[in-house]
């Protein structure tokens, strides 16, 4: 929570249905991701917490530690804060995280795919639920109700909302259409309907998707490894339409880097054309390296700059939004990190990209995956990849009860 308007505005409705017949045993808990990146951000996270306070709500501020800035610094921040709610979620043993997304934003978010050529699914927008985690989903409660009634909402309540200078910056795109849509140049319910129009398109593309996935996978088309890296027969990519081929393959490099999201539309079409192809050299793309044949290997490359570290904690935690390591439940030594196996100069291409536990310079536990890779005894340390998970992340299930792809051994 920010502390703007549309925030203060899911606060309000937390309040109002916290402990209802609705919702007999919900409890809310605010969280404010302090990102660092202004001046007035620690004081912003202080004044939300004693709006919690006021309303007897629990209220926790993360902070961010941002790596250099270089780069694109909003896309890792956004990256960073779904990551640091998705912990605080876990500790607290919530199952749902509660976004206050407007249909303005809605309306934004698809203007902006318009405009860099996305496809169906960038068209459709935001989804009101999204799974961010095998247990866990983002809700965004609402994407049907315009800024203004919140605002109004918050106004009739006297609750003074924080504003961000970030959204009024007339050299943001974002914030020039936003302008647009306020002053009725842009027709909104034209956006609506045509918004729901692409909803539509791209729940029918996802739902054949999702059984093109699990025929692949039963037909060995499609086969996830242990080791997080993923294989798909060329012919099959060829078979597919190219709208499914498309989304197929940005949710597959997706799922391998471990993001959110594919790569842009141009750079999966290049991919694609290139794949399909009877021949051509490995690329790499958004960290994912993609080598063709008639078996197609999507890695995740290691890279130069390496993989973010995790400090390590007793229970699990996601590494690289590719695998959840279960470092146990004892307590671990100070300072206890996971790491990337390459961040020890040691691995091949693959191996470098798989976690292991370290304290100080000694390595603590391995992934039996690296178990012939180092002195024998080493402890072992529980992993579990996510890729099947997110390459399958949001698809309806596939009819005749069969399940999603599932990790095979080499």
Request: proline share 5%; with cysteine; charged share 25%.
């Amino acid at each position: 929570m920010s502390g703007g308007s549309d925030s203060l505005a899911l606060v309000l409705a937390a309040i109002a249905l916290q402990g209802t017949a609705a919702l007999p045993q919900t409890r809310f808990h605010i969280v404010t991701v302090d990102h660092g990146l202004r001046d007035a951000s620690a004081a912003e996270a202080r004044y939300v917490a004693g709006v919690a306070a006021r309303f007897g709500l629990g209220h926790e501020t993360l902070r961010w530690e941002a790596p250099a800035r270089t780069g694109n610094i909003a896309a890792a921040a956004r990256e960073a804060r779904y990551a640091l709610l998705a912990d605080a979620a876990r500790r607290f043993g919530a199952t749902m995280i509660l976004t206050a997304h407007h249909e303005d934003d809605q309306c934004e978010t698809h203007l902006m795919a318009r405009e860099r050529g996305a496809g169906v699914v960038g068209l459709a927008g935001m989804r009101p639920v999204r799974s961010l985690a095998p247990d866990l989903v983002l809700a965004r409660p609402f994407l049907d109700i315009a800024g203004d009634r919140l605002k109004a909402s918050v106004a009739a309540h006297r609750l003074p909302a924080v504003e961000d200078p970030t959204n009024d910056d007339p050299a943001s795109r974002r914030v020039q259409l936003r302008r647009q849509i306020a002053a009725g140049a842009l027709d909104r319910d034209a956006l609506r309907a045509r918004i729901a129009g692409y909803r539509s398109e791209r729940d029918a593309l996802e739902a054949g998707l999702g059984e093109a996935i699990a025929a692949m996978q039963a037909a060995d088309e499609l086969c996830l490894t242990e080791d997080g890296t993923l294989e798909i027969g060329r012919d099959a990519l060829r078979r597919l339409g190219d709208d499914a081929a498309f989304v197929l393959l940005q949710r597959a490099i997706a799922a391998v880097g471990g993001r959110g999201h594919g790569p842009e539309g141009a750079a999966t079409i290049r991919l694609l054309d290139a794949l399909r192809g009877e021949s051509g050299a490995a690329r790499t793309v958004a960290g994912v390296q993609a080598v063709p044949g008639e078996t197609i290997a999507l890695m995740r490359e290691y890279g130069r700059a390496g993989i973010a570290a995790l400090p390590a904690t007793a229970g699990e935690r996601v590494f690289d939004g590719r695998f959840v390591v279960d470092a146990g439940a004892k307590p671990l030594q100070s300072g206890a990190r996971i790491v990337a196996f390459g961040d020890l100069g040691r691995g091949n291409p693959v191996e470098k990209t798989l976690p292991v536990l370290v304290a100080g310079d000694s390595l603590v536990a391995i992934p039996a995956q690296l178990g012939g890779k180092v002195a024998a005894g080493t402890p072992l340390l529980a992993i579990r990849s996510l890729v099947g998970w997110s390459l399958t992340r949001d698809l309806p299930p596939p009819t005749g009860g069969r399940a999603g792809p599932s990790a095979k051994p080499r």
